[in-house]
């Protein structure tokens, strides 16, 4: 379904992404992992339109996204989440998911305002999905609460129920794990796997190697902007160079 094909991206003199290729199939769950700086953050915003890239090619079911908005990416059927917390503090868990669907994707809701019968279909089938996208996070019992107020991995599955409202085919979760505990993490595995089992592939990027190990199929490894892994996560396990970037070459 996805295809990034010899992508490099380059700040001035910085070079944070070099000739990077992989793909992912419809159905999959591959990770992204590699030290801090590496590039990873940079390959989601040039999938979802945050970014051009300076050469190479992003396909996505054959059709070149890249360069395009992130709006229109979106509408393309890919969502993302960001690394650093995106929720709006001050709305309601169930109002940050509502006005999330509006806000950055069209201007449908803007038109809808004029009230007709249009934007009553519209709300209906939004406050719809919203409650939806909250079960599947298992939010619900949250939706009232003020978003602030709840404890960080839950408003990380909050940016996740965000990104899912938007009904996306592929997913990019930026970090979801970031600062969660062991029993999270867990509970973070069984959510995304039921995410995929209800049809949307999943490319993570994560730090934690729980995580990763146990959640993806496939797994994919940056290092100073260049991937030097892509396998099983057995096959990842057992990589020299990546060994060597995690652990450095005295090990
Ligand atoms: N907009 C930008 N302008 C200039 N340099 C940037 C920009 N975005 C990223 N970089 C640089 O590109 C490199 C790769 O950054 P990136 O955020 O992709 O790394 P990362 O692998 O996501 O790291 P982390 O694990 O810390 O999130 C870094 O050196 C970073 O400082
Ligand atoms: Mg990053």
Do not use: W
């Not at 591959?30 to 979802?48: A, H, Y």
């Not at 054959?62 to 989440?81: D, H, M, N, Y």
């Not at 867990?186 to 209800?198: N, S, V, Y």
């Amino acid at each position: 379904m996805l295809e990034v094909s010899n992508i490099t991206k380059k700040f001035g003199g910085l070079v944070a992404n070099k000739d990077v290729s992989f793909s992912q199939k419809e159905g999959e769950i591959l990770g992204i992992i590699g030290p801090n700086g590496s590039g990873k953050t940079t390959m989601f915003n040039m999938i979802t339109g945050f970014l051009k890239p300076t050469s190479g090619h992003v396909q996505f079911y054959g059709e070149e996204v890249s360069g395009l908005q992130p709006q229109t990416v979106v509408g393309k059927g890919i969502a993302r989440t960001f690394q650093h917390t995106s929720i709006l503090p001050e709305l309601s868990v169930e109002e940050n998911v509502f006005y999330g669907m509006f806000t950055r994707i069209d201007s449908n809701f803007g038109r809808c305002l004029i009230r007709g019968k249009k934007f009553h279909d519209t709300e209906r089938a939004a406050k719809e999905r919203v409650e939806e996208v909250l079960d599947l996070m298992e939010l619900s019992y949250r939706a009232g609460d003020c978003a602030s107020s709840i404890a960080s991995a839950e408003q990380r599955k909050l940016m996740i129920a965000i990104a899912l409202a938007r009904t996306p085919k592929l997913i990019l979760l930026d970090e979801p794990a970031a600062g969660t505990s062991r029993e999270e993490q867990t509970e973070l595995i069984k959510m995304i796997q039921k995410i995929r089992d209800a049809g949307v592939s999943v490319l993570v990027i994560e730090h934690n190697m729980h995580l990763v190990m146990n959640l993806c199929e496939h797994i994919i490894v940056f290092n100073f902007g260049e991937k030097i892994g892509d396998g099983t996560p057995e096959e990842i396990q057992r990589n020299p160079d990546v060994i060597e970037a995690y652990l450095g070459r005295s090990v």
